[in-house]
């Protein structure tokens, strides 16, 4: 079932957002006077500054909806009842 897969979608989404990140940050400034050039100068100059920018933003879309339904799954299914699995999924969503 495809319902089983969200979690592993998770760790992937996790990691185009940590990838992409890193590579934004590289031509970011964060000085209020220049982000929103920066902003422009990564969309416009920087190659497939565009296409990073705009999975990034999506990518925290999907991170939240696999999130969501991940924690809907589990409590439709009742995967609370076993305390260790569910105690580890809680660590991983507190840190």
């Known amino acids: 079932s495809a ?6 979608l998770l760790g992937i989404c996790l990691i185009i957002q940590i990838t992409t990140g890193l590579f934004l940050a590289m031509h970011y400034t ?3 006077s220049t982000a929103f ?16 920018r705009y999975l990034h933003a999506n ?5 939240f909806i696999c999130l969501f339904l991940h ?5 439709y299914y009742g995967s609370f009842l076993f305390l260790k699995t569910w105690n580890v999924g809680i660590i991983l969503l507190l840190t």
């Open 3 to 8: 319902w089983w897969n969200f979690g592993s």
């Open 71 to 75: 924690i809907g799954r589990g409590l």
């Open 37 to 52: 050039s920066s902003v422009a100068h990564i969309t416009r100059d920087v190659n497939y500054g565009w296409m990073i």
């Open 30 to 32: 964060p000085d209020t």
């Open 59 to 63: 990518g925290a879309s999907m991170f």
